[in-house]
Each structure stands twice: as C-alpha cells, then as structure tokens.
C-alpha cells in the first residue's frame, strides 16, 4: 500500500544535482513498493532527470537553484521542475541544427503520454520563471 511521500527540495543548479535528485525520487519509489521497471515510475524518473538537467544546461545563467517537488500518492506519481530563467520552452520535434538539444521537452511529453500522463509548463506570474510539472497515474 502506497502512503503519501513528498520530497520538496531546492538544488544547486549544477551537474551533481541532477543524480542527487534521481536517486532521491528511485529511493522513495522503491520504499513505496513500486518497481523501477513499472512504465509510469520509468517515465518519471526520466522525466526528472531531463527536466532537472535542462535547469543545469540552460537556465543556471540567471537561476543558479531549481526547485524540485516528487509526489508519490495513491492518485501516481507528480512532479515539478521551477526555474527562475525567462525563457519558456516550447516542445520541439527535432533537435536545433547546431546539435545544442532542444527537444527533451518533447521527448518527456512523449514519454509521459505514453505512460497514460500528462505534463504542463506554467510560467510564474511575473514571466521570469517557469514550472514544468508532470503527473502519471500508477494503474
């Protein structure tokens, strides 16, 4: 039986980060019961990774911290990715001719959609940060 966890964290917006938050979210997940290879917590935990990877490769300029917030309730499995750079991804199908990234974003879409969630990116009020969150049931 899954019992509510949350983890709510703010993280330098380093490389390290990136690996500390990943076996942070797998630690909970496995001490919940629920098996890296099941397909939602597999596509949250990439999910994780990607978008906390993005906050180290392109917003570190101008948010030298992200925020992080994993959920795992009976309801699956949530989480929020915050920055405070201004720019607002949009989810490219391809990656940027100079081979700089720019499609994770789709790639998590698609991944998460895959796995029966949804994702969303909701700017802060003041336009100079974003959210991204995800949420996957478990069932």
């Given at each position: 039986?899954?019992?509510?966890?949350?983890l709510e964290t703010t993280l330098p917006a380093v490389p390290a980060s990136v690996t500390q938050v990943r076996h942070e979210a797998?630690?909970?997940?496995?001490?919940?019961?629920?098996?890296r290879q099941h397909p939602a917590v597999d596509a949250w935990l990439v999910a994780l990774s990607e978008l906390a990877s993005n906050c180290v490769r392109?917003?570190?300029t101008t948010s030298p911290t992200f925020d992080v917030r994993v959920v795992i309730d009976q309801?699956?499995?949530?989480?929020?990715?915050?920055?405070?750079?201004?720019?607002?991804p949009v989810a490219l199908s391809e990656p940027h001719a100079d081979d700089s990234g720019g499609w994770g974003l789709f790639l998590v879409q698609q991944l998460v959609t895959e796995a029966g969630g949804h994702t969303s990116v909701d700017p802060d009020i003041d336009g100079q940060g974003k959210t991204v969150l995800v949420r996957l049931p478990l069932g």
């Open positions: 039986m899954i019992t509510a966890f949350t797998t630690f909970a997940a496995r001490e919940q019961g629920l098996d392109h917003a570190a309801d699956g499995l949530a989480l929020a990715v915050h920055d405070r750079h201004p720019h607002q």
